[in-house]
């Protein structure tokens, strides 16, 4: 792994950091410099909320696991993937999900609305993720970097593969049999080896496989 330290003129003090982006965030401390975004807000506590985005501070810890966050909300919601609460229902089917928004997206699926459209050409999605991942295919934008290799990609789960494959963590377990997997789409292949079900018709599109 990648360290940083952090030098200052001709001395070097005692910090360092995984991340160039948090280094450089850090130097600011010595020479005060400072951001601005010009961004304003009603209360001084919704700023404070905002200046959150701009820093590496995540007051918001999870019980259960390891996990901070920014916002009490993004606490509260990563908190039902440990309880399995599902508060929002679709009434065209028997599916929940954990997000209104998510629902929404969902819902799309059975009346066959389109609403996020691309500016430049006439291609529309179900999802806004879908429309952002297709523009950075046609813009050829890796916004997501491997702090260890330097790769980039258009995804963010494939970033999280690329992790991995430093880490030698398999994060997908079969259930059957003490076998593990980097990816997703490796551990469904072997569960057929279980099954002796054969799926002769997959979408070989890059999100499906990761």
């Given at each position: 792994?990648?360290i940083?330290?952090?030098i200052v003129?001709?001395?070097?003090c005692?910090k360092s950091?995984?991340?160039?982006?948090?280094?450089?965030?850090?130097?600011?401390?010595h020479?005060?410099?400072?951001?601005?975004?010009n961004?304003?807000?009603?209360?001084?506590?919704?700023?404070?909320?905002?200046?959150?985005?701009?820093?590496?501070?995540?007051?918001?810890s999870?019980?259960?696991?390891?996990?901070?966050?920014?916002h009490?909300?993004?606490?509260?919601?990563?908190?039902?993937t440990?309880?399995?609460?599902?508060?929002?229902?679709?009434d065209?089917?028997?599916?929940?999900?954990?997000?209104r928004?998510?629902?929404?997206?969902?819902?799309c699926?059975?009346?066959?609305?389109?609403?996020?459209?691309?500016?430049?050409?006439?291609k529309s999605?179900?999802?806004?993720?879908?429309?952002r991942?297709?523009?950075?295919?046609?813009?050829?934008e890796?916004?997501?970097?491997?702090?260890?290799?330097?790769?980039s990609?258009?995804?963010k789960?494939?970033?999280v593969?690329?992790?991995?494959t430093?880490?030698?963590?398999?994060?997908?377990s079969?259930?059957?049999?003490?076998?593990?997997?980097?990816?997703?789409?490796?551990l469904r292949?072997?569960?057929?080896?279980?099954?002796?079900?054969?799926?002769?018709?997959?979408?070989?599109?890059?999100a499906?496989?990761?």
């Open positions: 792994m990648n940083n330290p952090c003129g001709s001395s070097v005692n950091f995984t991340w160039p982006s948090f280094l450089k965030m850090h130097q600011r401390t020479s005060g410099e400072r951001d601005v975004c961004k304003s807000f009603a209360t001084r506590s919704v700023l404070k909320i905002h200046q959150r985005a701009h820093s590496v501070e995540r007051p918001f999870c019980n259960m696991c390891n996990k901070s966050f920014k009490r909300h993004s606490l509260k919601v990563h908190q039902r440990h309880s399995g609460e599902r508060q929002c229902s679709c065209l089917c028997a599916k929940s999900f954990k997000l928004c998510i629902l929404k997206e969902h819902q699926t059975h009346t066959g609305e389109r609403p996020f459209s691309c500016d430049n050409c006439d999605f179900t999802r806004q993720s879908d429309l991942v297709y523009q950075r295919t046609q813009s050829g890796h916004p997501f970097i491997c702090h260890i290799c330097n790769k990609f258009t995804l789960n494939a970033l593969v690329r992790l991995h430093h880490s030698g963590e398999r994060p997908f079969c259930t059957m049999c003490n076998k593990s997997f980097i990816r997703k789409n490796h292949e072997h569960l057929r080896t279980h099954s002796g079900s054969m799926i002769t018709h997959l979408c070989y599109m890059y499906c496989l990761l």
